[in-house]
């Protein structure tokens, strides 16, 4: 069961990843017909932006993701003893190299990991994480951690924001286009008829619902990633139990104050405890499904 859950969530990785690529090929592309006259442009224009995302993102995304949640690092084992060991034990489990490690000042549990790769890998725990849990649950939560970095989890879920956000910028872009009116010639539309009009409906379409596809996309992976991190964590552990009552005592506590928005879906668990109107905008995969595929591992 363990290894047929983290062959299954690779797949739907994968399938997520594709449709993230496509869907940014398409804004490029209506980028392109809208304002250009040419869909390979566009493309271009698009793979340029997102380059430039991507560099920013990937050089940065340890001090962003840290800095926007009031995360401090200890530098010494003496600072924060027990938790220093936890990661540390679990990494030389799952074979990956130490993580830096950051506190948040925050009562209520969670944790997550952030970085580039996992040469370059950070975990965050709250206060509230380390003073309300017992050691086993907090080796669960760490292993859950450890085992996003050992999947590239962390690479995967940086990519996708850096992808989002060049999707929100290139549709700003677009809708901009629309306002002042699209920049093409007469003589490129004369002629073109029905046609012509269909194309620009799908790509007015493409510019507008692209943001809100990007981040459905982003909330699919961000869940289905978890799954797979918390089948990994059990690889690790050996003690499903752990990370169970981990994940009872996360979501049954109060909401942090100090996470943000933004990056929410690197947490453990929820950091906000809302719930929307549907399953599409969770962040999270709910707390009973996880628990009950852990406790049929």
Not at 8 to 34: D, E
Not at 98 to 124: H, K, L
Not at 161 to 182: D, E, Q, R, Y
Not at 200 to 226: D, K, T, W
């Amino acid at each position: 069961m363990l290894y047929q859950q983290i062959a299954s969530n690779k797949r739907k990785t994968i399938l997520v990843m594709t449709f993230f690529i496509a869907l940014f090929g398409l804004i490029g592309a209506a980028i392109g017909y809208v304002y250009m006259s040419s869909m390979a442009t566009g493309i271009i224009v698009a793979l340029v932006v997102c380059g430039i995302y991507m560099f920013i993102t990937m050089m940065q995304s340890t001090a962003i993701v840290m800095g926007m949640n009031n995360a401090q690092e200890i530098t010494d084992v003496s600072q924060a003893p027990e938790i220093w060991h936890i990661v540390e034990d679990m990494a030389m489990v799952g074979r990956v190299p130490m993580p830096r490690v950051f506190i948040i000042d925050d009562q209520s549990p969670n944790a997550f990991a952030t970085g580039p790769n996992p040469e370059n890998a950070a975990v965050a725990v709250t206060r509230g994480l380390m003073e309300r849990l017992n050691r086993e649950e907090i080796e669960g939560v760490i292993a859950h951690e450890i085992s996003h970095i050992r999947n590239y989890d962390i690479r995967l879920q940086t990519t996708a924001l850096a992808l989002s956000s060049a999707i929100v910028f290139l549709a700003n872009l677009g809708s901009h286009a629309i306002w002042w009116g699209p920049r093409r010639d007469d003589d490129d539309r004369e002629g073109n008829g029905v046609l012509d009009l269909v194309m620009m409906v799908l790509s007015i379409l493409a510019i507008v619902l692209g943001p809100l596809a990007a981040s459905l996309a982003q909330m699919a992976l961000s869940r289905n990633r978890e799954y797979l991190a918390d089948a990994s964590a059990v690889e690790l552990t050996r003690n499903p139990q752990g990370l169970i009552s981990a994940l009872e005592k996360i979501t049954n506590s109060e909401p942090m104050h100090e996470a943000d928005a933004s990056s929410a879906s690197l947490y453990i668990a929820n950091p906000f405890k809302d719930q929307s109107w549907t399953h599409l905008f969770d962040t999270h995969p709910s707390t009973e499904k996880r628990i009950e595929r852990l406790r049929k591992m």
